[in-house]
Nanobody
């Protein structure tokens, strides 16, 4: 199993920045895909940014050029740098990973609120 703990959420004004962190523990050597998802109020959870084991990233169109996903494999950390935040970025943000065999694990989520 893999355990994930997110941190770094909070309240920020539009145009501001936040950096989310996700600490992974457990069978981290089995992870081959890491990502950040978000769930806005009353909406479905959506992929924000993904990073595979080869370092290839992908982003939702709505965050391209503003958000950056990165990892520190030595410390088992995944980050999401969010710049130029907009009110529509308000959501609960979740760290998620997929391990060999296709099992997905999720963190508990961290709230990001962007005020206008």
């Amino acid at each position: 199993q893999v355990q994930l703990v997110e941190s770094g959420g909070g309240l920020v004004q539009a145009g501001g920045s936040l950096r989310l962190s996700c600490a992974a523990s457990g069978r981290v050597f089995t992870i081959f895909f890491m990502a950040w998802y978000r769930q806005p109020p009353g909406k479905e959870r959506e992929l924000v940014a993904g990073l595979n084991r080869d370092g290839i990233t992908n982003y939702a169109d709505s965050v391209k050029g503003r958000f950056t996903i990165s990892s520190n494999n030595a410390e088992n950390m995944v980050y999401l740098q969010m710049n130029s935040l907009k009110p529509e970025d308000t959501a609960v943000y979740y760290c998620g990973v997929v391990v060999g065999g296709g099992t997905a694990y999720w963190g508990q989520g961290t709230q990001v609120t962007v005020s206008s």
